[in-house]
């Protein structure tokens, strides 16, 4: 059975820097990504890890910022974010998506299969 928690959100001054985890229980095998929705804002894509880490996908818009990775024996998949901004706030979701192909880095919530529930971010001006 998959369960993914999300957790590390909390509220941060502009500038700031906060670290998400994501604890993928059952998810071994699982292409593992991060998105965010803000109030009145669809769902948006913000960085996802191929199923045995190797293989990355980041948004153009948190690129230089925010870096993703995963630890396969504690079963996490991280998302460290820099330099947060005001615009950076939102809901955060990690989701989980099993795949045969070891390098596939899915960026497209639709795609994905399980869902956490959602740590809020908010960063304040």
């Known amino acids: 059975q998959v369960h993914l928690v999300e957790s590390g959100g909390g509220l941060v001054q502009a500038g700031g820097s906060l670290r998400l985890s994501c604890a993928t229980s059952?998810?071994?095998?699982?292409?593992v990504g991060w998105f965010r929705q803000a109030p009145g804002k669809d769902r948006e894509f913000v960085a996802s890890?191929?199923?045995?880490?190797?293989?990355?996908n980041v948004a153009d818009s948190v690129r230089v910022r925010f870096t993703i990775s995963r630890d396969n024996v504690a079963d996490t998949v991280d998302l460290q974010m820099n330099n947060l901004q005001p615009d950076d706030t939102a809901v955060y979701y990690c989701?989980?998506?099993?795949?045969?192909?070891?390098?596939?880095?899915?960026?497209?919530?639709?795609?994905?299969?399980?869902w956490g529930q959602g740590t809020q971010v908010t960063v304040s001006s």
């Open positions: 059952g998810a071994t095998g699982a292409a």
């Open positions: 989701a989980a998506l099993f795949t045969n192909v070891p390098g596939r880095t899915p960026m497209r919530a639709s795609e994905y299969n399980y």
């Open positions: 890890i191929s199923r045995n880490g190797a293989g990355f």
